[in-house]
C-alpha cells in the first residue's frame, strides 16, 4: 500500500517533458523487455489489459501491458465490469438494430481507465482496459475486430482446446502488435 | 451532506419581518409558511426589539477609496443572515383605534415608524404599514390613512388594511397580505441582485475574491427569487473563477489557500449539483460532477497535507452520491436507449450512488494511507512546529481557521502560520477512527450493488470492507467477509483474485489460532493453478505474498508446520467432500474393474490419487473405507504424489456379503500429522474441479484404460450365491376357459438346505399390460380373465390326519396369502434331497395368454442372506367349444311376420330375429370342438334366462333332437348339433331366450370321475309379434307317376279385419293340375281359407311343384315358398316297403 501513492505520481498520464524522462528508468527496473517493445513510449499507455472471458465467466486469457504495481487491479476491474456484460446482455430493452452488435460499449466509468466490452456470437467476452479517456469509438471497434480475428485464429488451433484457457505464444505475440498498432494518431 | 449548514442544503426562502400587534403573528407566520413558495416570517412583538435589523458596520470595500485585499472569499454567516435576520420586507402592524383615537397614541405611533425607518434607511428593504381593523366597521378616515402614509413615506398599496372580524374577511385579508409580500419580496431580491451585478460591471475588481463572492451572492439572490437558470450561470461563474484564482492566489499561506478554495469550490459544486439534479438534468450533473472531479484530482498540494485532498475528495463523492440518492426517481432508466456509446457516453453505473460511495470509501482509504505517512514523517520534523496550537477554531470565513488568543479579557482571532495548521489538521485527523467510515460506505455501495444484480461489484466492496476489518484487527468480521468474497472467485475461476483473498484468508485463521482453517486455506493457496506473471515483485498482493515463489514454500510450510508440532497428540484433519475447495489438493478416484462380483471371489478395483500441489509430498498411510467394514485396507508403505500426476495403485477386494459394494472415504495421512479424508467418488462422475478445469493442460485419466474413467464407478454388486434348488413348473397342454387348470409346481433341494423358503406366484398378461381383467368389468366378481383359485396338493393337508399336532404348529407361521393374479405360500424347511410340490389352481374366464412367474426364496442356512430362484411358464387359454345357433320356421309352414317386410324396406334399421307367437320356431344350435383334444359332451340344452322355474313362462323349448348317448365323444374340429322349438306364449318386442349350456368334460381316460364344465353361449334377444297371416302347405310327402295328389294351401287370418290375398300359381310341364291359375279370396277375421288344387304328375324322380305366390294386399307381402318347401318327389310306380310284422302298410 504504501508505494501506491508513489506510483501514481509515476505513470505519466498528461504527456510533460519532465515525467516522460522518469520512464524508461521505471520501465526498465520492472521489465526490460516491454522496454524493448515500444521504442515510441508514448504508446505503452494507451491499452494496459486485455481480457477474454469465458461462458462461466471464467478467464480464458488476461494479458496486462503495464509494468506497474496494478496487475491485480486490473484483474478486479475486469472482473467487474462484467456485472455490467450481463446487465447490458440480458437487457431486453435493446432495440433491432443492436441486436446484432456484439461492440458493447464502454462498460466501466474509472478516472484512470476506460473499460469497453465485446461479446462474439459465441458469447465469448472480450474486453479492452485503456488509459486514454478520450479514445474514439471507432478506434476501439477496429480493436476488437482485430482481437477476434486474433482469437478466431487462436481457437482455430487443432491443439487447442474449446473453453480452456488460451496458452499459445503466438496469440500472445500477434495481441501485443495489435495493442501496439492501437490508435495510430496518438503521438507525442 | 449532513456536515453542511442547513442554510446551504436547502432553498433559500423569502424572509419577512413581522412587527407590532403580537397577537397577529402567529396566524401570519403559519399562513405565509403554507404558501406556495413559502415566506420565512421574522415576528418581532414590539418595535422596540426591531433593532435586531440594525446593520453592522461593513461597507462595500470597492466603494472606499483605497480598496484593501479581502481577507476572505465568502463570510461564513452571511448566508444565514439573510435568511434569518434580514427581511425583505419590513411590515409594521398597527390597530385602527391606536392611530384614529388617542394622540399620544398617534405619537407613540409615528416615533415607532421613523425608528423603523431609520433602521431600514440605506437598504432597499421595503416597509409595509398594516392597520389592524377588527370590525370592518371601525374605518379610518381618508385624512387619517393618508398622514400615515406621508408618515411612513410609502405608496398608498403598501398601506394595507387588515380585516380580522370573521373568517372570511380574515382568510381574504391574509391572501392580500401574503401576495403584497410575495411581489415586494421579488423586487427586493431583484434590486438587491441587480445592485451587486451592477458592481461586478462598473468596477472590474483587482481581487477575485470578490468576485466570487458578489458571483455567488447573484446567485442566491436568484435562488430567492427561484430564478434557477440564473442561479445556476452565477454559481458556474464563481466556480470559474475559483478555479482560476487557485494558481494566482497569494493572499493566503500556500496551504491554508488551497483548503480555503477547496472548501469553497465544494459548497459551490455542491449547490450546482443540488440544482442540476432537481431540475431533473441527471446528465448534466453527472457531467459536471466528472468535470469537478478531473479539474481537482490533481489538485493535492503539499505532501504533507495530501490526506487533506483526498478526504475531501472522498468527501464530493459521498456528497454527490448523497445527492443522487435523494433524487434517485428521476434516474435515467429509459432515456438513454445503450450506455457506453457515442450516443450516450456514460455507462449504467455512473447514474447509481453505489458507484460513488464505492469511489468515497476508495479514496478515504487513500486519506488513511496519506496521513499513516504524514504521522510517520511528522517525528521527523523539529518539535517546536509539530505542535499544535491550543485554541483553533473556524475563523468568520468560510475555509479559514484562526488562532484564538485570550489575553485577560481581551481576545483576539490571529491567523495561522501553515506549519500550525499542519499540525493542528494531522491532530484533528488523527482523532478520527477512517476505518469505519470506509466499512460503512463500501456497506452502502455493497448492498446498492447486489440490490442492482451487480453481484462482482457488490462482492469487490464486501473486499473492500473485509480488508478494512483486517487492518483494523477485526479478525472474525474479517474472515467471514473474505469468505463470500472467496465463494464468489472460486465459482468463476478467478484464480489471482482468489490467490489474495485466499492470503488474507489464511492470516485470519493464524490470528486467531485456527489450525484446520489455516491450513486448509493454505493447501488450497498452494492448490491454485497461479502462475508467474512477471511483475510478482511489485504485485501488492496483500498477506498472500507473491504467488510464483509461494505455492512452493505455503506448501513446504504447511506441510513442515506438521512436522514440527510432531508432539502433538492430535494430527490436523481435514475433510474433502464433493463441493470442497481442497479438492484440486487431494482428489481420489475409485473405480472397480467389473460391474458385478460372485460372493468370495475376488474384485480389483483401482484408487487414483491427484494433487495439483506444486512439490511432490509423500503419503505415509491410505486408508480405504467401505460400506462393508470387512473389506477395509490399508497401505503403510510411503507413496510419492508427484504435481498433477494421477497416482494409480489397483487392490483386490473380497467380500462374502451380497448387495452393494461401495467404497466410502480414503484416508490420506501425511507426515504423521495431516490427515486429509476424501470422499471416494467414481471416476464416470466426477466433476471437473473449478480451479483447474480451465487450464491448458493434457487431459489424464485416472486409470490405465481410459475406457475405465469414463465408465469406472467406486461401487460394486456383489451377487447373490447359486441357488442348489430345482425348481420345476410342469403343465399339460393349454388351458380351456372354464375348467380349473392344475400346474404342478415341485421344489427339490440339490445341496441347500431350505430355511423359511416362500414360494411366490404371480400371473401376468403374456401380451404385457399386467393386467388381468379388463377396467370396465372391475366391479363384477368374474371380473379377473384369469384368477389364481387356490394351491392344492400339499403335503400337510394329506398329512393333516395323521399328524395334527405338527401339522398345527407348522400352520401356525405358514403364510398362505392368495389374490387373484398373485399368491405368497410358505415352504417348510427341506433337507438336501427332499422334495415339495403343490399344484396351481388356476381358472381362465376368458381366452388369455398367462405367463406365470413362481419364484422360491429361502434362506440357505447359516448365513444371513436370501436365495431366490425364478421360473416362469407361459400357458395359453383357449375355448374348448365353439358354439351358434340359427333360427328357422317349421317345414311349409310360413306367418307374415310384419317386422320381416319393415326390415327388407329399410335395412339400415337394427336387425333382430323375429319370432311368430304361438308358433313352433326351430332354433339350430352347434357346438365345435375347437380343441386340440378330445372332449366329451354331456348335455345341451337352452336354460331360460333367472333359471327355468320362472312365475310366468314366457315361452316353451322343447328338444327335438339331441345326445343320445350320455356321453359323446368330439375329437378335435368334430361339430354337434342340437334342434330345439321354441314356442313365444306373448308378444314382446325383446325377449331374451336366455342361454345355451354346454356341459362337457376332458376326456382323459387316468382320470376316474373328471370335472364336468358347463361353457355358456347366450341366444339373442328376440322379437316375438303375433303374424296377421299364416300360410301353411299340405302336400302328401310323395306322389306316384300318373297318380293324382290333393295339395292345400291353408292361409289363417288371425287379425279382426278382412284380408283379401291374391294367388297364383304357374305352370309346370311335369304335372297337370286344375284350380285357379291366378285368383283373389276375401279371408274373413279368424277364419281360414282353403286352397285345393288337384295334381298329377308326370315324370318321376324329384320334381319342383309349380311356382306358387300369395300377395297380402292389405301388407303389400309376397309369399313365396322355398325351393325345398316346393318340391316333391315322384315315384314311377307304387313303392314295395318291406312290411313289418304285424303287416300293416305304411300309408302315407
Known amino acids: 500500500m504504501l508505494f501506491k501513492g508513489i506510483n501514481n505520481k509515476l505513470r505519466p498520464q498528461s504527456l510533460d517533458l519532465h515525467q516522460f524522462l522518469s520512464v524508461p528508468f521505471y520501465f526498465l527496473s520492472t521489465s526490460l523487455t516491454f522496454f524493448a517493445f515500444f521504442p515510441n513510449l508514448s504508446q505503452q499507455n494507451m491499452i494496459v489489459c486485455v481480457a477474454v472471458v469465458g461462458h462461466q465467466n471464467n478467464p480464458l486469457y488476461l494479458q496486462s501491458f503495464t509494468g506497474s504495481d496494478d496487475a491485480l487491479k486490473l484483474h478486479h476491474i475486469v472482473h467487474c465490469s462484467l456485472d455490467v456484460i450481463d446487465e447490458r446482455v440480458n437487457n431486453p430493452k435493446r432495440s433491432a438494430s443492436t441486436l446484432n452488435e456484439t461492440f458493447l460499449g464502454l462498460l466501466y466509468p474509472t478516472e484512470n481507465y476506460k473499460v469497453y466490452g465485446y461479446l462474439t456470437n459465441t458469447k465469448v467476452k472480450f474486453i479492452m482496459v485503456t488509459t486514454d479517456l478520450d479514445v474514439k469509438d471507432a478506434d476501439v471497434r477496429s480493436f476488437f475486430r482485430k482481437f477476434h480475428a486474433a482469437y478466431v485464429d487462436a481457437v482455430c488451433n487443432p491443439f487447442h482446446v474449446p473453453g480452456k484457457k488460451i496458452t499459445s505464444n503466438s496469440f500472445s505475440e500477434r495481441v501485443g502488435a495489435i495493442v501496439r498498432s492501437f490508435g495510430p494518431s496518438m503521438t507525442l | ?1148
Open chain 2, 1 to 1148: 451532506m449532513e456536515d453542511y449548514p442547513e442554510e446551504l442544503r436547502t432553498p433559500p426562502v423569502s424572509l419577512v419581518c413581522l412587527t407590532g400587534c403580537p397577537e397577529l403573528h402567529h396566524p401570519i407566520s403559519a399562513f405565509l409558511h403554507s404558501e406556495q413558495p413559502p415566506i420565512n416570517t421574522l415576528a418581532l412583538p414590539d418595535f422596540s426589539k426591531a433593532s435586531v435589523l440594525a446593520r453592522k458596520k461593513n461597507r462595500d470595500p470597492l466603494s472606499q477609496p483605497t480598496p484593501a485585499p479581502p481577507s476572505g472569499i465568502l463570510k461564513r454567516d452571511w448566508l444565514l443572515k439573510h435568511r434569518t435576520r434580514v427581511p425583505a420586507v419590513v411590515a409594521a402592524l398597527f390597530r385602527a383605534d391606536q392611530i384614529s383615537g388617542d394622540p399620544a397614541q398617534w405619537l407613540q405611533a409615528c416615533t415607532d415608524l421613523e425608528n423603523l425607518k431609520s433602521l431600514i434607511h440605506g437598504r432597499s428593504t421595503r416597509l409595509v404599514v398594516v392597520l389592524v381593523q377588527t370590525q370592518a366597521a371601525e374605518e379610518l378616515s381618508e385624512d387619517v390613512m393618508t398622514a400615515l402614509r406621508k408618515r411612513a413615506e410609502i405608496d398608498s398599496k403598501h398601506l394595507v388594511e387588515f380585516v380580522q372580524n370573521d373568517a372570511s374577511d380574515l382568510r381574504q385579508s391574509l391572501n392580500k397580505l401574503a401576495s403584497l409580500f410575495a411581489e415586494l419580496c421579488l423586487t427586493y431580491y431583484k434590486e438587491e441582485g441587480r445592485r451587486i451585478r451592477s458592481i461586478i460591471e462598473k468596477k472590474s475588481s483587482p481581487f477575485p475574491e470578490l468576485n466570487i463572492r458578489y458571483c455567488f451572492k447573484i446567485a442566491i439572490y436568484a435562488e430567492f427569487r427561484r430564478d434557477w437558470s440564473e442561479a445556476l450561470k452565477f454559481y458556474e461563474e464563481a466556480y470559474r473563477v475559483l478555479r482560476e484564482m487557485a494558481n494566482t492566489s497569494t493572499r493566503l499561506p500556500p496551504i491554508q489557500r488551497l483548503v480555503e478554495i477547496k472548501t469553497i469550490a465544494e459548497q459551490i459544486h455542491f449547490k450546482i449539483s443540488t440544482l442540476l439534479l432537481h431540475g431533473g438534468k441527471i446528465m448534466e450533473a453527472v457531467a459536471r460532477f466528472l468535470k469537478h472531479i478531473k479539474t481537482y484530482k490533481r489538485l493535492v498540494g503539499l505532501p504533507e497535507v495530501d490526506f487533506l485532498h483526498w478526504e475531501w475528495f472522498s468527501r464530493q463523492f459521498l456528497v454527490f452520491a448523497e445527492l443522487l440518492e435523494t433524487t434517485a426517481a428521476s434516474a435515467p432508466s429509459s432515456q438513454s436507449p445503450r450506455f457506453g456509446t457515442s450516443e450516450s457516453p456514460f455507462s449504467e453505473w455512473e447514474f447509481q450512488p453505489a458507484y460513488y460511495y464505492q469511489l468515497a470509501a476508495n479514496y478515504l482509504r487513500e486519506k488513511r494511507c496519506c496521513l499513516e505517512q504524514s504521522s510517520v514523517s511528522k517525528t521527523d520534523l523539529p518539535t517546536k512546529i509539530t505542535e499544535a496550537p491550543d485554541s483553533v477554531m473556524p475563523s468568520i470565513h468560510i475555509g479559514q481557521s484562526a488562532r484564538l488568543v485570550e489575553e485577560g479579557d481581551i481576545v483576539t482571532v490571529l491567523p495561522l502560520s501553515d506549519a500550525e495548521y499542519v499540525a493542528y489538521a494531522l491532530a484533528e485527523a488523527e482523532r478520527f477512527q477512517d476505518c469505519y467510515e470506509i466499512i460503512a460506505l463500501y456497506k452502502r455501495a455493497q448492498e446498492s450493488f447486489s440490490s442492482h444484480g451487480s453481484q462482482r461489484m457488490a462482492c469487490l466492496c464486501t473486499l473492500g470492507m473485509a480488508r478494512e476489518y483486517y487492518a483494523s484487527d477485526d479478525f472474525t468480521n474479517s474472515k467471514q467477509l473474505f469468505d463470500t468474497v472467496a465463494a464468489m472467485y472460486r465459482r468463476e475461476g478467478w484464480a489471482p483474485l482468489l490467490w489474495e483473498v485466499l492470503g488474507y484468508l489464511r492470516d485470519c485463521g493464524k490470528r486467531l489460532g485456527l489450525t484446520n482453517e489455516y491450513t486448509a486455506y493454505s493447501l488450497e493457496m498452494a492448490a491454485l493453478p497461479v502462475f508467474s506473471t512477471g511483475f510478482e515483485e511489485t504485485i501488492d498482493f496483500g498477506p498472500a505474498g507473491p504467488a510464483t515463489l509461494s505455492r512452493e514454500e505455503i506448501q513446504r510450510e504447511v506441510l513442515n508446520f506438521a512436522v514440527e508440532t510432531d508432539g502433538d497428540p492430535e494430527p490436523v484433519g481435514l475433510d474433502v467432500d464433493l463441493v470442497s475447495p481442497l479438492r484440486s489438493v487431494l482428489l481420489v478416484a475409485v473405480a472397480f474393474h467389473e460391474q458385478s462380483v460372485k460372493p468370495d471371489s475376488v474384485a480389483s478395483l483401482t484408487v487414483s490419487l491427484l494433487s495439483h500441489l506444486p512439490l511432490l509430498f509423500k503419503v505415509d498411510l491410505l486408508e480405504v473405507e467401505f460400506n462393508q467394514p470387512a473389506c477395509n485396507f490399508s497401505m503403510s508403505i510411503p507413496l510419492e504424489v508427484s504435481p498433477n500426476k494421477w497416482l494409480r495403485l489397483t487392490h483386490e477386494v473380497k467380500s462374502g456379503q451380497s448387495g452393494k459394494l461401495e467404497c466410502l472415504t480414503v484416508k490420506a495421512k501425511i507426515n504423521n500429522n495431516l490427515i486429509i479424508c476424501c470422499r471416494a467418488e467414481s471416476p464416470a462422475l466426477m466433476e471437473d474441479l473449478t480451479s483447474w478445469k480451465y487450464e491448458n493442460q493434457r487431459e489424464t485419466y485416472p486409470t490405465l484404460d481410459p475406457a475405465l474413467s469414463l465408465s469406472g464407478q467406486k461401487s460394486i454388486q456383489v451377487d447373490e450365491p447359486n441357488p442348489l434348488v430345482d425348481l420345476t413348473l410342469n403343465s399339460i397342454g393349454p388351458a380351456l376357459v372354464g375348467e380349473v387348470f392344475q400346474i404342478p409346481v415341485l421344489v427339490v433341494s440339490t445341496g441347500h438346505v431350505i430355511h423359511g423358503g416362500e414360494l411366490k406366484i404371480n400371473l401376468v398378461d403374456a401380451r404385457g399390460g399386467g393386467m388381468l381383467m379388463s377396467p370396465r368389468e372391475t366391479d363384477e366378481s368374474d371380473a379377473h380373465h384369469v384368477e389364481l383359485l387356490s394351491i392344492s396338493g400339499l403335503p400337510e393337508e394329506k398329512e393333516d390326519d395323521l399328524n395334527t399336532d405338527l401339522s398345527e404348529e407348522t400352520k401356525s407361521d405358514n403364510i398362505r396369502k392368495i389374490q387373484y393374479s398373485f399368491g405368497v405360500v410358505s415352504v417348510p424347511v427341506l433337507k438336501e434331497g427332499e422334495s415339495w410340490c403343490c399344484n396351481l389352481e388356476i381358472r381362465w374366464h376368458r381366452p388369455k395368454s398367462v405367463m406365470v412367474y413362481v419364484s422360491l426364496g429361502y434362506n440357505p442356512g447359516d448365513v444371513d442372506q436370501r436365495v431366490n430362484v425364478h421360473r416362469s411358464l407361459q400357458i395359453e387359454g383357449k375355448v374348448p367349444f365353439f358354439t351358434n345357433h340359427r333360427f328357422m320356421m317349421p317345414f311349409r309352414r310360413e306367418p307374415l311376420l310384419i317386422s320381416n317386410i319393415r326390415s327388407l324396406i329399410s335395412p339400415l334399421e337394427e336387425k333382430k330375429v323375429s319370432l311368430a307367437l304361438k308358433e313352433n320356431n326351430i332354433v339350430i344350435v352347434s357346438a365345435k370342438n375347437c380343441t386340440d383334444v378330445p372332449l366329451n359332451l354331456v348335455s345341451m340344452k337352452i336354460v331360460p334366462e333367472g333359471g327355468t322355474d320362472s312365475n310366468e313362462k314366457l315361452f316353451l323349448v322343447q328338444e327335438i333332437s339331441g345326445i343320445s348317448n350320455k356321453c359323446t365323444r368330439f375329437v378335435p374340429g368334430e361339430e354337434f348339433r342340437g334342434v330345439f322349438s321354441i314356442t313365444p306364449l306373448v308378444a314382446k318386442s325383446s325377449l331374451s331366450l336366455g342361454v345355451v349350456c354346454v356341459e362337457w368334460t376332458r376326456d382323459s381316460k387316468n382320470q376316474d370321475q373328471p370335472e364336468t364344465v358347463t361353457t355358456k353361449h347366450s341366444l339373442p334377444q328376440v322379437c316375438v309379434e303375433e303374424p296377421p297371416l299364416v300360410a301353411a302347405i299340405e302336400c302328401p310327402p310323395f306322389a306316384i307317376v300318373g297318380d293324382p295328389f290333393s295339395l292345400y294351401i291353408k292361409v289363417k287370418n288371425n287379425t279382426n279385419l278382412l284380408q283379401e290375398i291374391k294367388y297364383s300359381l304357374g305352370d309346370s310341364q311335369n304335372f297337370i293340375f286344375c284350380g285357379a291359375h291366378v285368383h283373389t279370396a276375401s279371408i274373413l277375421p279368424g277364419k281360414e281359407h282353403v286352397l285345393s288344387y288337384k295334381f298329377v304328375p308326370f315324370s318321376a324322380g324329384v320334381q319342383q311343384l309349380p311356382r306358387i305366390t300369395i300377395t297380402s294386399v292389405r301388407y303389400s307381402a309376397q309369399l313365396t315358398p322355398s325351393i325345398a318347401a316346393g318340391t316333391i318327389f315322384v315315384y314311377p310306380a307304387e313303392p314295395k316297403f318291406s312290411l313289418e310284422k304285424n303287416g300293416s302298410e305304411l300309408v302315407v
